[in-house]
C-alpha cells in the first residue's frame, strides 16, 4: 500500500464529516447507491449528509463507492502525493487535527451547546453563529474566547494543510 493510501485510511476527515458536510450524487450512481445508504433529495439535487454511514476505519463500499468520494483528493494528499510532504509530516498534521478537534469537542459539551448537525463541518458553521451572536450581545466567557481561538486555528489547519475551509 502506498503513502497516499495509508494518508487516507489515518485520516477519514473527508468520510467523518470534518472537512465536508455532503457528498453530491450523480444520477446514473443513484440506484446501486440507494441499496447502500440513505440518500436525501433537494430539489432534484440527490446528496448524503457526512459523517458517512459506511465509513468505520475505511470506507465499507469503497468498490462502489459515490464518484465524487473516489475522485476527492484533499490539499494533504496532494501534498504527499506531490512529495511535498513526508508521510510522517502527513500524520503528525492529521493528529494535529484530531486533537484540536477533540478539544473544541470538549469546549462544546462544557458550554451545553445544543447543535443539531451531525457532521464536524456543519456543526462548526452553527457554532460559528451561535458564537457571533454570543459576541453580539457581549456574552463572551474565558471560555468562549478559547472555543473562538481554536475554531480559528483549526480552520487556519485546515485550509493551509487540507484545502478546506470550515466556513
Known amino acids: 500500500m502506498n503513502d497516499s493510501s495509508n494518508i487516507c485510511l489515518s485520516c477519514g476527515f473527508c468520510c467523518d464529516g470534518t472537512l465536508i458536510g455532503y457528498v453530491k450524487l450523480d444520477r446514473e450512481e443513484l440506484p446501486v447507491l440507494r441499496e447502500l445508504m440513505n440518500i436525501e433529495d433537494a430539489n432534484g439535487k440527490e446528496f448524503f449528509l457526512q459523517p458517512c454511514n459506511k465509513y468505520c476505519d475505511g470506507c465499507n463500499i469503497y468498490s462502489k463507492r459515490?464518484?465524487?468520494?473516489?475522485?476527492?483528493?484533499?490539499?494533504?494528499?496532494?501534498?504527499?502525493?506531490?512529495?511535498?510532504?513526508?508521510?510522517?509530516?502527513?500524520?503528525?498534521?492529521?493528529?494535529?487535527?484530531?486533537?484540536?478537534?477533540?478539544?473544541?469537542?470538549?469546549?462544546?459539551?462544557?458550554?451545553?451547546?445544543?447543535?443539531?448537525?451531525?457532521?464536524?463541518?456543519?456543526?462548526?458553521?452553527?457554532?460559528?453563529?451561535?458564537?457571533?451572536?454570543?459576541?453580539?450581545?457581549?456574552?463572551?466567557?474565558?471560555?468562549?474566547?478559547?472555543?473562538?481561538?481554536?475554531?480559528?486555528?483549526?480552520?487556519?489547519?485546515?485550509?493551509?494543510?487540507?484545502?478546506i475551509s470550515l466556513y
Open 66 to 163: 459515490p464518484k465524487q468520494c473516489a475522485n476527492f483528493k484533499c490539499g494533504l494528499l496532494k501534498s504527499v502525493e506531490q512529495k511535498e510532504l513526508d508521510f510522517d509530516s502527513a500524520i503528525e498534521i492529521i493528529n494535529v487535527v484530531k486533537q484540536k478537534k477533540i478539544a473544541i469537542e470538549k469546549m462544546l459539551a462544557s458550554l451545553q451547546y445544543e447543535l443539531q448537525s451531525q457532521s464536524f463541518h456543519f456543526k462548526m458553521v452553527e457554532l460559528k453563529k451561535l458564537l457571533e451572536k454570543t459576541k453580539s450581545e457581549s456574552l463572551l466567557t474565558q471560555t468562549h474566547l478559547k472555543l473562538i481561538s481554536d475554531l480559528e486555528q483549526l480552520d487556519s489547519l485546515l485550509s493551509n494543510k487540507f484545502g
